[in-house]
């Protein structure tokens, strides 16, 4: 793929309240591509979801830097890479299974199948003790006659 037409960087701690500040962020700068309710909806979501699983799981007990890059294509894909420096993942292939948590009782382990649902494709790497970064993309429907 082509480097992005635009892209921007947001570092944010890992607190709750932040998360929302993300997605907003996000699907306002998504919006230069002129996506639809739904496809935005999707972006939400999926950012939510990355964030959360930072706050939560990478950053346990403690609060760390969440980094957002978001880069647009010409051909209507937004990429959206949310990184963290926290534990890191021990098996991916185990963490992206819909209920697997290690977030105990009161977590749905849906965070990956949620954002592989909302998205074009999705890419985790992880490395214990280094953190884990998630890459998503969504390519936003560019043909104006089937909106």
Known sequence: ????????????????????????AVSAFAAQLDPTVDEISDIKTAVSEAVTNCIVHAYKDTIGMIYITVGLFEDGTVRIKIRDTGCGIDD???????????????????????????????????????????????IINTRKENR
Request: glycine residues 10%; charged residues 25%; positive net charge.
């Open 1 to 24: 793929m082509k480097k992005p037409f635009n892209q921007i960087k947001l570092t944010i701690p890992s607190r709750s309240s932040n998360e929302q500040y993300a997605r907003v």
């Open 92 to 138: 991916i292939k185990q963490a992206m299974e819909p209920l697997f948590t290690t977030g105990g009782g009161e977590r749905a382990g849906l965070g990956f199948a949620v954002m592989e649902s909302f998205t074009d494709r999705l890419r985790v790497i992880s490395r214990v003790g280094k953190g884990t970064t998630v890459t998503m993309e969504k």
